[in-house]
């Protein structure tokens, strides 16, 4: 049961990346898959995650210039991340779990998680 997270990188301010979080060993078709970042010296905080179905919730914070997607045919997930801020250097995880809520789940909510990958946003 593993999670890989991938596609960090260092990108100047108001450029895009894009993550993704591969599953191996378990599907993550019924899953809730959110994405979690941690700055230096800061607590892990919920950036976004998606249901099954395909609903979706995003901190304020990213609101508007990530979105989360995935393809239960890869059984992948991914974070599109658009307009990046230098206050969005982070490490980012990825997480599955099987609790769905509209807004308000947190990292205690997801038991599977992947190894993070750094994003850098340079001003």
């Known amino acids: 049961v593993q999670l890989q997270a991938s596609g960090g990188g260092l990108v100047q301010a108001g450029g895009s990346l894009k993550l993704s979080c591969a599953a191996s060993?378990?599907?993550?078709?019924?899953?809730?898959v959110g994405w979690f970042r941690q700055a230096p010296g800061k607590e892990r905080e919920t950036v976004s995650y998606?249901?099954?179905?395909?609903?979706?919730y995003y901190a304020d914070s990213v609101r508007g210039r990530f979105t989360i997607s995935r393809d239960n045919a890869k059984n992948t997930a991914y974070l599109q991340m658009n307009s990046l801020k230098p206050e969005d250097t982070a490490v980012y995880y990825c997480a599955a779990g099987w609790t769905w809520a509209p807004f308000g789940l947190r990292e205690g909510d997801f038991g599977s998680w992947g190894q993070g990958t750094q994003v850098t946003v340079s001003s």
């Open positions: 998606i249901s099954s179905g395909g609903s979706t």
């Open positions: 060993g378990f599907t993550l078709d019924y899953r809730t």
